[in-house]
């Protein structure tokens, strides 16, 4: 306290000059002089800036003074110092001081204590994965799902977990099988499990069916039967054969005559196959079955018609649509993304509809040179009442008579038929020419094979006689456009120009009537054709006079149908019994062949130069 | 329904199927063609499989679900459909 009153008196005394005994000025001059315009170092600033007060405390510049012995000694100060001392000798024994000692309280302490519960620690750990933040997240509609769930089941549960669900309520477990098993995700799945089954049971046939290589199980024992009858007909291999893959049958179709097949256009594994009897005795409502080529054992798909079907197609532009032909001149088209088994539209409103069989359909895509309405794809029709007809989808199926197959002048005794007395031969097949879709051929029952336009339908543009049953099948070849094959129950098989009148070719092998024929979609000089009892391949490069496979079926089963693939080299044939067998050729002269051939020709050639 | 008991018996007549198990989402079988104890095994078994199989496949995805499992053991092959409701199984010997 003491050095503090002398600091501000001496800083108060500054403020007077100082003189010593000769009058010199020797007034202390601060040691440092901040010069005013300087801006003044400020501290580290820690408090904030809006307190300035504290700033300013701490911002005293510091100054230091400069004390020399003269000022120290001065007379002010002296006189201090002399009393000072005067004061510390006369306080000893002087009645102005007197001593005295004081005593402080000491309280008394006290303890005090708290208890509390103990605090219970819990550990709680969520596993949160990245699919479960996902669902929080997306699934706010998840609490009303419960709540339908259990309007369902008829009882008023809190849409909690399952599990106190099934507390609640202990006939849980039945009503909600049954449930399960009517949802329609549970039929699905039940479908797409049957044809895991199946693959894991046909996968080497349905390998080489589509040309992969047909890998063993590693873990199959494989029984010595089948391996030797394999051997067998590999060692016969170098001629060419049919194998039998699988056949598509079930207890449906026993029995059943296979009257045409066809794949549909946009799904090249779903075969539609009709059943109905080709002849009048034995009539039966028919059958359309979609066959999938990934279950053989049941149809996807299954449609009972009132009569039975002899023609089918499906439709190029709408998939799904496949239209179908039956013995009772009906035409109806069918939607198969349905199980439904009522078709979308049914000729038989139609006034103008056949009277007879219709023999065969062809949807057919009218895209050049053709103005209005034409454009487009139309139902083609032709019946054995010796009409060829277009279908309309309007308001009902109607139709538009294309041509009527009238029979050619007749001369009967000498003279001539009465020309207006029109006799309509039975149409029993058409085909239109793949380029040029105004031409097309029709065979009738005469055996005449009539070609006609499509613009015209009075004449016809020319006419092929030669065969004398009636003709079954026309095709034209899908590779050289003016050659066509045809043919007919008088047991032959004629192969025509366009333009010659008469057949360049003629097959013939034993006294058979061919029921269906088909050219190879892949190979220009290969067709095969069905006759009763048999099924043919003819390679035209390697025999015209006998057929390159022959294949003979059962005693008692016709195959009535032949179906080519349009990707892989297999062959379908349908028969007499229901069944459809898949056939795949091999050995065929084929490019693959060429090479191997050569490539082991060079093989034993490179050996034969190293031993010399 | 005719339908469905329809296609489980033509699954059941197939080439070396050995058994049908349907269970629901709470791993308790409800419809079998084997006996109660192997029944009990594969459910409980593969209720555990399902969970694993389903967390790996939306953990690297979320939006993406299992649709089907399959097993491919010496003996057989184990096939499992699954959806939030319920699990089917089929075991199958293919080469029997």
Redesign the interface.
């Known amino acids: 306290m003491f050095f503090f009153s002398s600091y501000i008196s001496t800083f108060l005394y500054l403020l007077r000059q100082v003189f010593d005994e000769h009058g010199q000025d020797v007034t202390p001059h601060p040691l440092y002089n901040p010069d005013p315009g300087v801006l003044q170092p400020k501290q580290g600033k820690i408090f904030p800036a809006h307190d300035t007060s504290w700033t300013t405390v701490t911002d005293f510049p510091s100054v230091a003074f400069q004390t020399t012995n003269a000022s120290f000694t001065g007379p002010f100060t002296k006189e201090r110092n002399k009393a000072y001392t005067e004061l510390c000798k006369n306080r000893l024994g002087n009645d102005k001081y007197v001593e005295r000692s004081m005593q402080t309280f000491n309280d008394a302490p006290k303890t005090k204590e708290v208890q509390s519960d103990s605090i219970t620690m819990v550990d709680k750990a969520v596993m949160s ?3 479960d ?3 929080s997240f997306c699934n706010k509609g998840d609490a009303s799902e419960n709540i339908v769930v259990s309007a369902e089941g008829k009882k008023a549960t809190v849409p909690d977990s ?2 106190m669900n ?1 507390l609640l309520n202990p006939s849980g ?1 039945d009503q ?2 049954e ?5 329609d ?3 699905q ?6 044809r ?3 693959a ?2 046909f ?1 080497p046939k349905l390998a080489a069916y589509r040309q992969l290589p047909v890998i063993e ?1 590693p ?3 494989q029984t010595q039967i089948e391996e030797e009858s394999w051997t067998e007909q590999s060692k016969n291999s170098l001629s060419p054969f049919l194998e039998h893959l699988w056949v598509f049958k079930c207890e449906l179709t026993k029995g059943r005559n296979v009257s045409s097949m066809t794949w549909n256009k946009k799904n090249p594994d779903l075969l539609a196959v009709g059943y109905g009897q080709l002849d009048f005795k034995d009539q039966k409502p028919g059958l359309v079955c979609c066959w999938s080529l990934k279950n053989p ?2 149809p996807d798909r299954i449609f009972h018609c009132e009569s039975g079907v002899t023609a089918l197609d499906f439709s190029a532009c709408n998939a799904n649509q496949l239209a179908v032909g039956m013995y009772d001149g009906t035409i109806a088209i069918y939607n198969v993304q349905t199980t439904e088994q009522t078709p979308i539209i049914d000729s038989s409103d139609c006034a103008n509809m056949h009277a007879c069989p219709v023999w065969q359909l062809r949807w057919v895509d009218h895209d050049t040179g053709l103005a209005g309405e034409d454009k487009g794809e139309m139902l083609i029709s032709v019946s054995g009442d010796g009409r060829i007809s277009k279908w309309i989808h309007y308001k009902g199926l109607e139709c538009v008579d294309l041509m009527k197959l009238k029979s050619p002048n007749m001369i009967v005794n000498n003279q001539r038929w009465n020309p207006k007395i029109l006799s309509l031969a039975p149409g029993l097949c058409f085909d239109f020419h793949p380029n040029d879709s105004k031409v097309y051929l029709a065979g009738t029952e005469e055996g005449h094979i009539h070609k006609c336009s499509y613009s015209y339908n009075e004449q016809f543009l020319e006419t092929y006689k030669a065969h004398t049953g009636p003709v079954y099948k026309v095709t034209w070849s899908p590779f050289c456009p003016d050659i066509f094959l045809s043919c007919s129950s008088d047991w032959t098989i004629y192969l025509w120009r366009q333009d010659l009148s008469k057949p360049v070719l003629g097959f013939t092998s034993g006294q058979k009537v061919v029921f269906d024929i088909m050219w190879s979609p892949h190979c220009a000089t290969v067709f095969g054709a069905v006759r009763e009892g048999k099924v043919e391949i003819w390679d035209l490069r390697v025999s015209s006079l006998d057929p390159t496979i022959v294949s003979v079926t059962n005693p008692g089963v016709n195959p009535t149908a032949l179906l080519f693939t349009p990707e892989t080299d297999c062959v379908l044939v349908g028969d007499s019994e229901g069944q459809v067998t898949v056939y795949k050729l091999k050995n065929l002269p084929a490019l693959e062949d060429v090479i191997r051939t050569t490539l082991s020709s060079k093989h034993t050639l490179g050996k034969t130069d190293r031993d010399a | 329904m005719a339908e469905v008991e329809e296609t489980i018996k033509r699954i059941q007549s197939q080439k070396g199927v050995q058994g049908i198990i349907i269970v629901n989402a709470e791993g308790i079988p409800i419809k079998s063609t084997l006996d109660n104890s192997s029944t009990v095994q594969y459910a409980g078994n593969v209720h555990q499989l399902l969970l694993k199989a389903r967390g790996m496949v939306r953990d690297i995805d979320p939006q993406n679900d299992l649709t089907f499992l399959r097993v491919r053991s010496k003996k057989n092959e184990i096939m499992i459909a699954p959806d939030k409701d319920y699990f089917l199984i089929v075991i199958q010997n293919p080469t029997e």
């Open positions: 994965s990245t699919w933040m996902y669902d399952s599990s099934h477990p909600n099988f449930l399960i098993l009517q949802s995700k549970f039929k799945d039940l479908a797409v499990m049957e895991v089954v199946l894991n049971i996968q199980d873990d199959c024992v054992t049941w």
